[in-house]
T-cell receptor
Framework: GAGVSQSPSNKVTEKGKDVELRCDPI?????LYWYRQSLGQGLEFLIY????????KSGLPSDRFSAERTGGSVSTLTIQRTQQEDSAVYLC????????????FGSGTRLTVV | KQEVTQIPAALSVPEGENLVLNCSFT??????LQWFRQDPGKGLTSLLL?????REQTSGRLNASLDKSSGRSTLYIAASQPGDSATYLC????????????FGKGTHLIIQP
């Protein structure tokens, strides 16, 4: 596709359930980022993938959060045993050349934990 | 650690006015400075990217400047239109992983018709 695609666009889940969020970056972009945006807050960095290198997971808030990137393309962010404080918009971005290049964001997944 | 601050947090102006949004950052060793627009319920749209070796970038009615020595960037919007209403975010890029792109909290802009 022409842009970064995220699915689902909205997800409502019960507390304690696991959820998977998907990001399909722009073809050819080696860098992929996950951010979290909570109401009234700025963007919070979660995890960074660059090519085939080991991901930078330093932003993940707890061990309930994990992410994979298969074949250097599609990425999945998994949140296990969801809590109400996990409710936020999860944004994915890709870039051709990491932080020196322009970032392209998906429309995000709005996660609501009830 | 890089910190990015945007002032004002919210701004409302009549249609047609020229306006300036401000962004300041604490670490002058940035690789680039990016300005984004976010519409309600949407992701971020990249507006302008200024590399550290540049002083400004222009796109249509938008002009962004970068002054590394003072740790400031401004986004100038000329002849504002109601369609410009959105939240504008700036982000400083330090390069690499978690420190790569630090975002401000944004300026919520409303253009009154």
């Amino acid at each position: 596709g022409a842009g970064v695609s995220q699915s689902p666009s909205n997800k409502v889940t019960e507390k304690g359930k696991d959820v998977e969020l998907r990001c399909d970056p722009i073809s050819g972009h080696t860098a992929l980022y996950w951010y979290r945006q909570s109401l009234g807050q700025g963007l919070e960095f979660l995890i960074y993938f660059q090519g085939n290198s080991a991901p930078d997971k330093s932003g993940l808030p707890s061990d309930r959060f994990s992410a994979e990137r298969t074949g250097g393309s599609v990425s999945t962010l998994t949140i296990q045993r969801t809590q109400q404080e996990d409710s936020a918009v999860y944004l994915c971005a890709s870039s051709r050349s990491g932080d020196r290049g322009r970032f392209f964001f998906g429309s995000g997944t709005r996660l609501t934990v009830v | 650690k890089q910190e990015v601050t945007q002032i004002p947090a919210a701004l409302s102006v009549p249609e047609g006015e020229n306006l300036v949004l401000n962004c300041s950052f604490t670490d002058s060793a940035i690789y680039n400075l990016q300005w984004f627009r976010q519409d309600p319920g949407k992701g971020l749209t990249s507006l302008l990217l200024i590399q550290s070796s540049q002083r400004e970038q222009t796109s249509g009615r938008l002009n962004a400047s970068l002054d590394k020595s003072s740790g400031r960037s401004t986004l100038y919007i000329a002849a504002s239109q109601p369609g410009d209403s959105a939240t504008y975010l700036c982000a400083g890029g330090l390069g690499g992983g978690a420190d790569g792109l630090t975002f401000g909290k944004g300026t919520h802009l409303i253009i009154q018709p």
